[in-house]
């Protein structure tokens, strides 16, 4: 197994559990920002105000993509262990 292999099979996996990740943060930088405007709209500055409605928020998007991100993680592990023996050579 070359160093560039290595590399690029760290890399297939960093970018994966990056671009798993995007949906729950996307959905919390939107309610964060909401939460933020409805706060300086209502002078409101309770710091479960913020949190409740992020967490909520964030579980209920894992729950609608949890679908698509389990493939996408299956479909990763199958082909890492499918190239398995062509890595090792």
Do not use: C, H
């Not at 609608?64 to 090792?88: C, G």
Request: charged letters at 10%; hydrophobic letters at 60%; a negative charge.
């Amino acid at each position: 197994m070359t160093p560039e292999t290595v590399i690029a099979i760290a890399r297939e996996a960093i970018e994966l559990a990056l671009f798993m990740a995007l949906p729950m943060l996307a959905v919390s930088l939107v309610v964060g920002v909401f939460v933020s405007i409805l706060q300086s709209a209502t002078q409101i500055q309770e710091m479960t105000l913020t949190f409740v409605p992020k967490i909520l928020s964030m579980f209920l998007a894992l729950l609608l993509a949890f679908p698509w991100l389990m493939d996408k993680m299956v479909t990763y592990t199958r082909e890492l262990f499918l190239n398995l023996p062509n890595y090792i050579r």
